[in-house]
C-alpha cells in the first residue's frame, strides 16, 4: 500500500535530549513537510523540502533541524534547544504542482519528562 | 504570507442538524483550497479541494464547500450531519504559484450527538 509511515507512535524523552522522528513515503512525492499540531492552535509549519537535498525553514523552525538524503525519507530532530517539545508532529508529503493535494501519516506524539 | 481563519473553534450538533464551517484566508493572488478532516484516532485524510472551474465543490460523505473570491472564503457544508462525522476539520490554502506550501486554519472541532 502506498503512504507514508510515522514512527515512533509515541515517544518519550528526557529533557537535554535530542530525538529523531521518522517519515518514509512511497507515494514519489517530491515534496515533504514537517507540522506540529497543538490544541486550538492547528498545524503549524516546521520545515519543509521541495526537492531532495534541498529544505526550507517553516514558521516555528526553532529548535528543529531536518535532512533529505532521499526522495522517500525526511526525517525531524527535535533537538535540546526546542522550549517546549512535547506535541503531536505530523509529516506530510504532496505531489509536484500543480496538484497539491497532502497526505499524512498517522503523527507521532512526543512527550518530554 | 497567506494567512487562514477558522471562525468556529468548537460545534456541537445533533444528529440530523445542518452544518456550515466557515474558512476566510488571506492572499493577493490565485489559490488551491482544502478541507481536510482528522476523525478520533485517525490521520488527517483530505474532505474536499478547489483548483478551479466550479465554485462549488463536493467531497466525500456527503460534504461541499462554496468558494466565494469575492469574500476570501472556502465554507464547509453538510445539510444534515451523522454520529461518525464527529472529527476535526481544517481549512487549508496554498498559493497556485511560489511554493505551493500548505498553510492552516486552527481548526475546528464538532462533536455530533446521536
Known amino acids: 500500500d502506498g503512504g507514508i509511515t510515522q514512527s515512533p507512535k509515541y515517544l518519550f524523552r528526557k529533557e537535554g535530549q535530542n530525538v529523531t522522528l521518522s517519515c518514509e513515503q512511497n507515494?514519489?512525492?517530491?515534496?515533504m513537510y514537517w507540522y506540529r499540531q497543538d490544541p486550538g492552535q492547528g498545524l503549524r509549519l516546521i520545515y519543509y523540502s521541495q526537492i531532495v537535498n534541498d529544505f526550507q525553514k517553516g514558521d516555528i523552525a526553532e529548535g528543529y533541524s531536518v535532512s533529505r538524503e532521499k526522495k522517500e525519507s525526511f526525517p525531524l530532530t527535535v533537538t535540546s534547544a526546542q522550549k517546549n517539545p512535547t506535541a503531536f508532529y505530523l509529516c506530510?508529503?504532496?505531489?509536484?504542482?500543480?496538484?497539491?493535494?497532502?497526505?499524512f501519516g498517522q503523527g507521532t506524539r512526543l512527550t518530554v519528562v | 504570507a497567506q494567512s487562514v481563519s477558522q471562525h468556529n473553534h468548537h460545534v456541537i450538533l445533533s444528529e440530523a442538524a445542518s452544518l456550515e464551517l466557515g474558512c476566510n484566508y488571506s492572499y493577493g493572488g490565485t489559490v488551491n483550497l482544502f478541507w481536510y478532516v482528522q476523525y478520533p484516532g485517525q490521520h488527517l485524510q483530505l474532505l474536499l479541494k478547489?483548483?478551479?472551474?466550479?465554485?462549488l465543490v463536493k467531497g466525500i460523505k456527503g460534504f461541499e464547500a462554496e468558494f466565494i473570491k469575492s469574500k476570501f472564503s472556502f465554507n464547509l457544508r453538510k445539510p444534515s450531519v451523522q454520529w461518525s462525522d464527529t472529527a476535526e476539520y481544517f481549512c487549508?490554502?496554498?498559493?497556485?504559484?511560489?511554493?505551493?506550501?500548505?498553510?492552516f486554519g486552527r481548526g475546528t472541532s464538532l462533536i455530533v450527538h446521536p
Open positions: 506530510a508529503s504532496s505531489p509536484r504542482p500543480p496538484n497539491t493535494e497532502a497526505f
Open positions: 487549508a490554502v496554498n498559493p497556485s504559484g511560489g511554493s505551493y506550501i500548505p498553510t
Open positions: 507515494l514519489n512525492h517530491d515534496a
Open positions: 478547489y483548483f478551479s472551474g466550479d465554485p
